[in-house]
């Protein structure tokens, strides 16, 4: 197995900005916006940004929540493994709002398929964006592709992109590994 | 940890600690779920079940049916009441029949102790008991833990009196097994003739006067007398019971601490509870109503993911 260094903290920095500022670019003041985190790796990534739009652009009141998409999987009893939820966490209703939907990568699409029927159960959103960090380009099952792209990845079915976070796994890193 | 060890719900006798965690981790997102604008969840769209009850019930009835709504399933009712049952066909060809339909699951009353695991053994699909006759009541008796540890914290090392017709109660004995797994003291209380002999072999204590028993508990679980199971006289009268076993506003103000109340319903006011014991803020008896729909959902959620396609 061996595995290669895609991104290293610096040039996490430098995208985690560049993704802020263009929603800053299209969102303006939040007023009617919400962020949703696709749980569970795109809470670290949301969370990320989000430091960001406070610290840097002064945006305060900012609605932010995250989705478990387990229930609304494709995939229930076909996996090997059974799924496990995750926490949602979404105490605003977000009908009628822009929604920013925040994941870490972009696969086959699937999951963000979940996470659109998801969001349903809230609201009737006015629209919903998509962030992705890392876009597989040539490995979608669906037709979904991201508003927001941090790095655009070629990768082979058998190779994984991770993500790895600061906060959850000691460094700011992505990795391509192979098997 | 994200898989239960059975494959079928027949008591809690049949669960390990990991199980219930697991069942409670999962309630706690559907719990969520069902509190939401769209209280519908697709994941279980291609999942058909049957709630079989041979037996009368209003709540468990509707809140298994609820549960397995919320999840997407396809559900079919049947009762007894209604039924070719009548018409002397056995429990395995009335199962099977409903089987070949394509069902997957099986949600069954039945007033036969033992039915469940019967028919366990015997059909090709998963089986949760929703009680049989005086043996087990699992999902009872989980959200009824769930209750006391969305109220407490946790159940581990809280004192529960199960208090009234012990000798007839699955609740109580489904009870008794899911506390002691927890951790938890659990006492009974009731007249001589509705405790069970050698039930200290489980584990619990026996007391026969509520005042004491209630002066040692955190938790108060009041069953209901189950005239329609007794076949002889347990006790003189009903106003003898009330006044010896019924939980009342005097009894709780006489003590120094605040018990929290639960009740299984259905409830016979002013025989084992007093209306207002059962409507004050520390009866917790609607929050195990609304928990049982959470609880529920769990558990088929946990026991379809096992089914094979």
Not at chain 1, 44 to 52: C, G, P, T, V, Y
Not at chain 1, 127 to 156: C, K, M, T, W
């Amino acid at each position: 197995m061996g595995q290669r260094i895609l991104l290293n903290a610096d040039e996490i920095n430098i995208i985690l900005h560049r993704l802020a500022c263009q929603l800053v670019e299209n969102h303006t003041d939040f007023k009617h916006t919400v962020i949703i985190g696709i749980q569970p790796r795109g809470v670290f990534l949301a969370e990320r940004i989000i430091k960001i739009l406070q610290e840097e652009y002064g945006i305060t009141d900012l609605n932010y929540g995250h989705l478990d998409i387990t229930f609304y999987r494709d995939d229930f009893r076909r996996g090997e493994k059974p799924l496990e939820a995750n926490k949602t966490k979404i105490d605003f209703i977000v009908e009628d709002k822009k929604v920013v939907f925040i994941d870490d990568v972009l696969y086959t699409g699937r999951s963000i398929r979940a996470a659109l029927t998801a969001i349903q159960s809230f609201g009737r959103p006015a629209e919903i964006e998509l962030l992705s960090f890392i876009d597989r380009r040539f490995s979608r099952h669906l037709p979904i592709q991201p508003d927001y792209n941090g790095r655009q990845v070629d990768a082979i079915n058998e190779e994984k992109v991770i993500v790895n976070w600061k906060e959850n796994d000691g460094e700011d890193v992505v990795y391509l590994v192979s098997k | 940890m994200s898989e239960l060890s059975v494959n079928h719900l027949l008591g809690i006798k049949y669960l390990n600690e990991k199980d219930i965690e697991l069942i409670f981790k999962t309630a706690d997102h559907f719990k969520e779920v069902i509190n939401r604008p769209i209280k519908k969840v697709p994941s279980l769209r291609d999942i058909t079940i049957a709630n079989l009850f041979f037996e009368n019930s209003t709540r468990t009835r509707l809140s298994f049916e609820l549960a397995e709504k919320r999840l997407s399933a396809d559900v079919v009712n049947f009762s007894a009441a209604s039924s070719s049952v009548k018409k002397g066909e056995t429990l395995i060809d009335t199962v099977n029949n409903i089987l070949s339909m394509k069902v997957d699951m099986v949600v069954m009353r039945h007033p036969n102790p033992g039915a469940g695991i019967f028919l366990s053994r015997h059909v090709n699909a998963s089986i949760v008991n929703a009680g049989d006759g005086a043996h087990e009541h699992p999902t009872q008796a989980l959200l009824d833990s769930y209750s006391i540890r969305e109220r407490l914290g946790e159940v581990r090392g809280k004192k529960v009196v199960i208090v009234g017709d012990i000798l007839h109660s699955r609740v109580a004995l489904s009870n008794i097994f899911a506390l002691k797994l927890q951790g938890a003291e659990v006492k009974v209380c009731g007249p001589k003739t509705l405790i069970p002999k050698h039930i200290e072999s489980l584990g619990v204590g026996v007391e026969t006067n509520l005042k004491k028993a209630i002066e040692w508990c955190d938790v108060a679980n009041m069953l209901r007398v189950q005239n329609e199971r007794m076949d002889i006289s347990y006790f003189p009268s009903t106003r003898e019971y009330a006044q010896q076993f019924q939980l009342n506003k005097s009894l709780l103000e006489s003590l120094d601490k605040e018990i929290v109340v639960m009740h299984p319903g259905p409830i016979n006011r002013g025989v084992e509870i007093t209306s207002q014991v059962a409507d004050a803020e520390n009866a917790i008896i609607l929050d195990q109503v609304q928990n049982g729909v959470a609880v529920r959902m769990a558990v088929i959620y946990l026991l379809a993911s096992k089914i094979n396609r």
